[in-house]
């Protein structure tokens, strides 16, 4: 199984990114989706998680700025980052549990004037 992220960048505060995660490898439905981030010199942290019925969780750091969305059928986990701040400046993780942890590589995200 292959986590592939996509979509970070550098934005200016109060903008908006979207980060997608496919999953690939020979498996049905991923049950659990979720995005991490990693900021300089912090824990990695959980920002959204997703299951297979799209009941979702959120930092409260993010409730209400952030969304996180996924595609069963494309096995592909989405996440719209709105209003962003400096704060959110972070490496972005893709992960995802199917019986084993997986991991996707890192997105930078920027958020920055």
């Known amino acids: 199984v292959q986590l592939q992220a996509s979509g970070g960048g550098l934005v200016q505060p109060g903008g908006s990114l979207r980060l997608s995660c496919a999953a690939s490898g020979s498996i049905f439905i991923m049950p659990t989706m979720a995005w991490y981030r990693q900021a300089p010199g912090k824990e990695r942290e959980l920002v959204a998680q997703i299951n297979s019925g799209y009941s979702t969780n959120y930092a409260d750091s993010v409730r209400g700025r952030f969304t996180i969305s996924r595609d069963n059928g494309k096995n592909t986990v989405y996440l719209q980052m709105n209003s962003l701040k400096p704060e959110d400046t972070a490496v972005y993780y893709c992960?995802?549990?199917?019986?084993?942890?997986?991991w996707g590589q890192g997105t930078q995200v920027t958020v920055s004037s």
């Open positions: 992960y995802g549990l199917y019986g084993h942890v997986y």
